[in-house]
């Protein structure tokens, strides 16, 4: 007997309640099925009550869910990154399904973009995924992150199918980016002279069919504190160590003698009283961004308008930051059932703001004289505040004269917009072709005034404030230009299936042309009050011309897949730039990919392998990229001539510009080649909760520019031979992600982790030269590991005077007639009984680029209206050295740091230069002392950097929407959120990603924001 059919209607909504629109219904093994209505609700009528469900939605894991007799369904789907279908976007228009990928690849959707509080794009990536290495060496308003592609150098970016740079990457609002695909190998060929450091395709956000309008507002407010930045000594640690050093040395007049120091050390007598520069300089400061955006579509149109603003202070007091506002707006719509057109706008004005100061950089000289002022001097005459004093014999580090007031004003404008336009036709089934134009403009007014300014001493007995100095240089300074840029592309795109085939090609073309036309004016107001620059006081005005650039590139790709099963890929471009001379302007850049999908044979879906693996995919890909940023070469260097305006002399009375020949033409060098080979596998488990993947790279890169030596010119020719493509270098690593998504009752969480380790080695080397095997153990570059850090092995410190006299090492290279206990042993390596430079041995990795190894560990769990995610990203192998400020005994007359001064070796009795000698950490400290073997380049004081930090962590709240719904609201949500909030590192003091050796870089920000997101 058959049971008798029934009618089921239910609602399909996400983790949040949100009702999704256009969620796909079908009862299995039937054509029977529906899609969701505009509130999420659906009915399939006169169905058997038996009945099986798969319900499925774009960028959901597909459900399948059992009747039952059932007849009203409630139905959540849970969002999935991870789905083999996924559509990953590589790039002119070009999008493949996840599953059929023969190529490195890695994804990140907007969820988890958005989950940063950084202030730019890469700071939002960091340990996010696979094959991104990362460096935030510097954390000042509006900063970046350093981010490569497996350590290869700074990547292209393609932002909406363009084109373009680091700058415009950085400056999006991240919250409008749909998705982030990072092409991580070969398959970049098909940008073709600018990718062999691989491509990060941007995808903003465009709205989608069929769904209500939603308007969404997030906006937050922070707190910035400073992360890591090494507090100087107080003034009682300073003036100890100051005071032993003198003693140690044997002098008499003390700077601070004994009643001195007494009142120092209490610090109530007025002219004692010591000053703490670190507070006075730094402070906590305020973050705050607002976002509003509306999105939705119909069935012919979708579309997404965006406006935020972001403002990031400067924790340095009163000096200023970081402004920005940004605008995106998507439309596309189907004029036709075959004609498609598509408009897009991206438009910002960021703002940065501060003191002028003197110097290059503006925020040098606060972190400066947080140690260049000593603890014993005070920032104002006779602590009156209308009169700066001079606080060190640099003029600049006392900050209380680095205001608007007093010092003038820095402000640097960018007004930039991009706009996009395409069409899409179909001329026939499975045939189309496309178009697309964009412009971009990119304006610039830089205006800097630095005052002229008078420092003051107070006179005690007249009671009046003397001018102790007098800085009567001003300097007013404009810069003004724009970049322009016109890029369009072409292309005609085949996409059939036959049967278990499928073919997919696409041939096209692609015009850049840019333009960065700038003028530099600098004038010498006189007087402060007067901001405009008159044509009397202009003494230079500089055009640098239109600077223009070209490109053109054709391009193609193939792919073809069988069954699902068998997957190949040819790509293809032809490249010119406008860089190199006529012969070598054009190259080919071809590659190829291939994947086997094991899972879907028929061995494997028969055994019992199928129960565990979904699915399981070994792929591998070679191929050919260029790279015109060829280091050492400018464009038109193929050309000679002359130079215009290179110096000047006084020919007959007359002042004469000076020109000088641009040495021998370069016309044997044209762009870097880079051979990528990566061998990776996908793999999917236990129903799709466990993923990951594997990828073994290697990339040559060859034609690297050096110039031959074994050509002779006369020194009177005045010219060096010109550079060509010699050397090569090569990058080895591997990079890999697992992920486990599952459910628990009402708990829904994600735990996932991702690892990338990418070696630099440098290569072949035009016919090395060597006299002796230690001059090639020494300096020889071929075939091996790149900048490797050399230097002293420490082994140790000195425990007493009497292992000193008997030590059978001369360990400074004067007998050790300046060692003391607490001095730094070395090793002597080659057994010759003296430390020189021949006991130098590899000691670290490279300094100043992203480290070899980076890591990142994401969490996010969701039960009811709770959610809650963070990420723990790290790094390793890579080198800080410790040095100037941070090392050097007093520096340059200045500060050390809190935890070096008070934990070195030391007097029991600083006055006693005989007292017992209490063991530290540290040599003691000696004025005057920074050359001694103590401060030799050493593994003591270089550092091979490991850190963890808890980057980013977001707690949030979702109100039940019983609740809103009262208020016309359909979501509200609460949150707390952090960045930088804690880490572990094997550095003392200081924050392990700067570079600065001096440890004073603008340290990155520790984060605290409390934000709410509202939804219509």
Do not use: C
């Amino acid at each position: 007997m058959f049971a008798q059919n029934i009618n089921v209607s239910g609602t399909v909504n996400d983790l949040n309640g949100e009702p999704l629109i256009g969620v796909t219904i079908q009862v299995r093994g039937t054509s029977v099925g529906t899609v969701t209505d505009f509130d999420g609700t659906f009915t399939l009528p006169n169905i058997s009550p038996n009945a099986t469900l798969e319900v499925s939605y774009v960028g959901m894991r597909t459900q399948v869910v059992n009747v039952n007799g059932q007849k009203t369904l409630k139905i959540v789907l849970v969002e999935d990154s991870e789905l083999l279908s996924e559509v990953v976007v590589t790039g002119f228009g070009l999008a493949q399904r996840k599953e059929s990928l023969t190529s490195a690849i890695s994804v990140i959707g907007a969820t988890d973009i958005s989950r940063s509080q950084a202030s730019t794009s890469s700071g939002a990536l960091v340990g996010k995924i696979p094959g991104i290495n990362s460096r935030q060496p510097d954390g000042r308003p509006g900063a970046s992150t350093d981010i490569q592609i497996r350590n290869m150098g700074t990547p292209l970016f393609v932002i909406d199918g363009i084109q373009s740079d680091q700058g415009q990457f950085n400056n999006i609002d991240f919250n409008d980016i749909e998705s982030i695909s990072v092409l991580k190998d070969a398959s970049a060929s098909i940008y073709g002279v600018r990718a062999a450091n691989g491509v990060i395709v941007v995808t903003t956000k465009k709205g989608t069919r069929n769904t209500k309008n939603t308007v969404t507002l997030n906006s937050y407010y922070g707190w910035q504190s400073l992360y890591a930045f090494p507090k100087p000594a107080t003034a009682a640690t300073y003036l100890t160590n100051y005071v032993q050093s003198e003693t140690v040395r044997g002098v008499t007049n003390y700077r601070y003698p004994k009643e001195e120091y007494q009142k120092w050390l209490q610090g109530t007598e007025k002219g004692y009283q010591p000053f703490d520069w670190y507070d006075f300089i730094w402070k906590t400061s305020p973050q705050t961004y607002v976002n509003g955006s509306v999105s939705g579509g119909s069935d012919k149109i979708n579309y997404y308008l965006s406006v935020g603003n972001l403002n990031q202070d400067a924790i340095i007091v009163n000096y200023g930051g970081f402004s920005r506002t940004n605008v995106q707006m998507n439309i596309n719509a189907n004029i036709t059932d075959r004609f498609k057109i598509g408009g897009g706008m991206n438009g910002r004005i960021e703002k940065r703001i501060n003191p002028g100061v003197p110097g290059v950089d503006d925020y040098w000289l606060p972190r400066f004289g947080t140690y260049r002022n000593l603890p014993t001097k005070r920032p104002f005459a006779n602590d009156n505040p209308k009169y700066p004093t001079l606080t060190s014999t640099e003029a600049g580090t006392n900050f209380a004269w680095l205001t608007y007031d007093l010092s003038g004003k820095f402000e640097n404008t960018w007004r930039v917009v991009q706009l996009n336009f395409d069409a899409e036709y179909e001329i026939f089934d499975g045939l189309k072709a496309r178009g697309m134009a964009s412009y971009y403009l990119a304006n610039q007014r830089l205006d800097n005034q630095e005052f002229t300014y008078k420092l003051y001493g107070y006179d005690e007995a007249t009671d009046t404030y003397p001018v102790i100095f007098e800085n009567t240089n001003p300097w007013r300074e404009r810069t003004q230009g724009y970049i322009e840029e016109v890029t369009s592309n072409i292309q005609l795109s085949y996409n059939k299936q036959f049967g278990d085939h499928s073919v997919a090609a696409v041939v096209g073309a692609e015009t850049i042309k840019r333009d960065t036309p700038s003028t530099w004016v600098h004038s010498i107001p006189t007087s402060n009050a007067l901001h405009l620059i008159d044509y009397e006081t202009m003494d230079t005005y500089n055009d640098d011309g239109n600077n223009t650039q070209a490109r053109l590139g054709y391009l193609g790709r193939f792919n073809y897949d069988y069954a699902n099963k068998y997957l190949i890929e040819l790509s293809a471009r032809y490249d010119g730039s406008w860089k190199f001379p006529p012969n070598h302007r054009w190259g080919f850049f071809p590659s190829a990919s291939v994947g086997w999908r094991i899972s879907e044979e028929n061995f494997w879906s028969e055994s019992k392998l199928a129960d565990i693996f979904n699915d399981l995919k070994i792929r591998g890909s070679y191929g050919l990229l260029g790279d015109d940023n060829v280091s050492g070469y400018n464009a038109f260097d193929y050309m000679g001539g002359y130079s215009y305006k290179n110096g000047g002399s006084v020919i007959d009375g007359k002042y004469t510009i000076g020109t000088v020949p641009r040495g021998l033409p370069v016309t044997t060098l044209s762009w870097i080649k880079a051979k990528i080979l990566d061998v990776g596998l996908d793999a999917s488990l236990i129903g799709g909760k466990l993923t990951g993947s594997f990828d073994f790279f290697r990339r040559l890169r060859t034609g690297l520019p050096a110039s031959k030596y074994d050509v002779l010119l006369p020194s009177e020719f005045g010219f060096s031979l010109p550079p060509e493509n010699l050397n090569s270098d090569a990058h080895v690593g591997y990079d890999m992600q697992l992920r486990w998504n599952s459910k628990v009752s009402d708990l829904t969480y994600s735990i996932g982790g991702n690892l990338t380790y990418s070696r630099f080695y440098d290569w072949e080397r035009y016919k090395p030269r060597f006299g002796n095997s230690w001059n090639v153990y020494r300096n020889s570059i071929h075939h091996r590991f790149g900048y490797l850090n050399w230097g002293l092995q420490a082994d140790g410190q000195f425990q007493s005077w009497e292992e000193i006299a008997t030590w059978p090492i001369d360990n400074d290279r004067q007998g050790n007639r300046t060692i003391r206990p607490g001095d730094i042993k070395y090793k002597d390596i080659n057994g010759d009984g003296v430390i020189n430079g021949m006991d130098e041995r590899p000691i670290g990795y490279r300094q100043d680029s992203t480290p070899i190894l980076n890591f990142g560990l994401n969490f996010a769990f969701q039960w009811r209206g709770f959610d809650l995610a963070f990420d723990l990203t790290g790094g390793g192998m890579n080198t800080w050295y410790q040095e100037w400020e941070q090392r050097n005994p007093f520096h340059d007359g200045g500060n050390n740091p809190q935890y070096y001064m008070e934990n070195t070796w030391h007097l029991a009795d600083i006055w006693d230069a005989n007292s017992e000698l209490i063991p530290g950490k540290y040599p003691m400290l000696l004025i005057g002392n920074s050359s001694h073997s103590n401060y030799w380049n050493s593994n003591f004081w270089k550092k091979n950097v490991r850190y963890i930090k808890l980057r980013n962590l977001e707690f949030g709240y979702t109100l039940p929407k019983s609740l809103v719904e009262r208020m016309a609201i359909s979501d509200v949500r609460f949150y707390v959120a952090g960045q930088n909030l804690f880490g572990l590192t094997n550095l003392i003091g200081v924050d392990p990603e700067i570079n600065d050796t001096n440890g004073l870089a603008y340290p990155t920000m520790r984060i605290v924001n409390v934000g709410i997101t509202l939804k219509f």
